[in-house]
């Protein structure tokens, strides 16, 4: 499938800027000819080409993709609408917050570039490992989604597109046992619960420390390393009523989703919005087995799978009898926003049902911006980085409601970061497919945090406070990152700053990390 010519002019001319900057791809095993070697393209506004745009141009590693099957890249089942392929009138302002082209300069690692790329499979071309491949590093973050003045609905696309894949992409054996492996796993709280007492274990036990000197670690796929880097640590897991009373007036009666990994490994961020909601004069019902919402599966193209894990949630949450459904975790709440769109062609009266359950839906701080607060707030003297959760600010456009509760506590300073529109590299489970660019995303944001001199890190997304406070210990800059909703809570109950402020740095959900004697002994290992 033919690239588009760049829009960047130097980009047409690499020599002009990178003299015989070519990276050569590799046979592919399954018999086909190695494309032509691909340019290396300079990055946006003049920042260098990321160390990982070699390896993207060759799939970061992966074996090459099996031969598609025969006629054109889609089927008949929910492809692409072509109308929204036409929205995109390739204006070029989603670039620079495009966190792949941001990062490797590639013209088709760009939405529109992407949007071309399916509009010849809507065409009848069919897709060949390069295409799969630039649809793969997409991490969903839809940031493009705001920038675009046109409206261009990429969410939709991307989804759909990755539908198709998933059904009729030959993928290498060892990337269907990877994906196998995550998605048969992170979906499923019962499966993480039976997890966390060997996690607990290994934690309490230090063994981390001479595993990471021994090198062991680095033998392991590079999955698994991130899996290993950014479990956070583990702590009590509070039991949270099945019902718990407003304080006070009761304003509105509403339900919480706990999520799955926000369940498992932040279950004091559920404690704390059962808290913050009965503070502020709501009635709060935590549905018993309510399961997965489905967003890792729909953002990665598993439809069935989501249709499968929406249905069993809107059964549960309509016998609830609740007037709103609070989320706190930015990937489920634009999920669950979407339910109608997914379940749009599900027979029977599914698709209304779906409409109504997303009616309901509000993040936290969407719906306590809403309300207007009741619960006195105590001082809390801190100078606070509001990280976006992209799937917040960009699929939700929640912005402006987290600052306002933030800047309603007495003593909070907000500080902007500078690139907030670009993803920190989490993604659902972009870092565990797509370490190294995630690991280089990650960097970035969490330079951005630092330079902004704050004292706490905030965010909304549980994927979001793994990614960048685990990168910040990774590179010796340990800070202490809290969700909104636990400032929140610290400010309604009057706890001292310096109690959140340590909570926020080694208590339970924060991110472990070795010595700086133990990096620097790996470091010294990994270079011999």
């Known amino acids: 499938m033919p690239e588009p010519t760049p829009a960047n002019p130097a980009a047409a001319n690499p020599?002009?800027?990178?003299?015989g900057a070519t990276t050569p791809l590799p046979a592919d095993p399954a018999g086909w000819a190695a494309p032509a070697p691909v340019p290396r393209r300079p990055a946006p506004l003049g920042t260098p080409v990321a160390p990982s745009a070699a390896g993207a141009t060759?799939?970061?590693?992966?074996?090459?993709?099996?031969?598609?099957?025969p006629g054109s890249a889609f089927d008949a089942h929910q492809p692409p609408d072509a109308a929204l392929v036409g929205d995109c009138v390739h204006c070029g302002f989603c670039l620079p917050t495009c966190p792949t082209?941001?990062?490797?300069g590639e013209e088709m690692d760009s939405p529109r570039?992407?949007?071309d790329i399916i509009k010849a499979g809507l065409e009848g071309d069919a897709f060949d490992a390069s295409s799969v491949r630039h649809l793969d590093q997409c991490l969903g973050c839809m940031a493009c989604v705001t920038a675009c003045p046109s409206g261009v609905q990429y969410d939709k696309l991307i989804e759909s597109t990755r539908a198709q894949l998933e059904r009729r992409t030959a993928r290498p054996r060892a990337e269907r046992l990877l994906r196998a492996l995550v998605y048969g796993l992170f979906p499923y709280p019962r499966?993480?619960?039976?997890?966390?007492?060997?996690?607990?274990?290994?934690q309490a036990s230090g063994l981390g420390r001479p595993i990471a000197r021994s090198g062991l670690l680095r033998r392991l796929p590079a999955t698994l390393q991130a899996m290993e880097a950014l479990a956070p640590k583990l702590g009590p897991a509070p039991a949270l009523p099945e019902r718990t009373p407003a304080r006070g007036t009761r304003r509105r009666t509403v339900g919480l989703l706990t999520g799955c990994v926000?369940?498992?490994f932040f279950p004091d961020v559920n404690a704390a919005t059962v808290r913050v909601l009965a503070a502020e004069g709501c009635d709060v019902v935590v549905p018993r087995r309510q399961g997965c919402c489905g967003a890792l599966s729909a953002h990665a193209g598993r439809a069935p799978e989501a249709i499968g894990f929406a249905r069993h949630v809107i059964e549960t949450f309509e016998r609830s009898g609740v007037d709103t459904i609070v989320v706190n975790a930015a990937g489920c709440g634009s999920n669950l926003k979407e339910y109608g769109h997914q379940l749009r062609d599900e027979?029977?009266?599914w698709a209304r049902r779906a409409e109504q359950l997303a009616a309901k839906v509000r993040d936290i701080t969407e719906l306590l911006d809403e309300m207007g607060p009741v619960a006195p707030r105590h001082p809390l003297p801190v100078s606070i980085a509001y990280q976006d959760a992209c799937h917040l600010a960009h699929a939700q456009a929640v912005r402006d409601q987290p600052r306002r509760l933030l800047r309603g506590i007495p003593g909070v300073t907000l500080r902007e970061l500078p690139e907030a529109e670009i993803c920190c590299g989490s993604a659902g489970t972009y870092n565990l497919l797509h370490p190294e660019p995630a690991a280089e995303l990650g960097e970035r944001k969490a330079k951005a945090v630092l330079g902004t001199g704050a004292g706490l890190m905030v965010t909304a997304n549980p994927g979001c406070w793994m990614q960048v406070a685990?990168?910040?210990?990774?590179?010796?800059?340990?800070m202490p990152v809290a969700h909104t909703v636990q400032v929140l809570d610290a400010a309604i109950r009057g706890v001292p700053v310096e109690r959140l402020l340590a909570q926020a740095l080694d208590g339970p959900g924060t991110a472990l990390t070795t010595s700086p004697a133990d990096r620097r002994a790996v470091q010294t290992k990994g270079s011999r």
């Open 113 to 115: 570039g992407r949007i």
């Open 101 to 104: 082209y941001v990062l490797w």
């Open 347 to 349: 027979p029977g009266d």
């Open 15 to 19: 020599a002009a800027t990178n003299p």
């Open 470 to 478: 685990t990168t910040l210990a990774r590179m010796g800059e340990r």
């Open 262 to 264: 926000q369940g498992t």
């Open 191 to 202: 499966r993480l619960r039976l997890l966390r007492g060997p996690l607990r274990l290994y």
């Open 58 to 69: 060759v799939g970061l590693g992966m074996p090459a993709y099996g031969p598609p099957p």
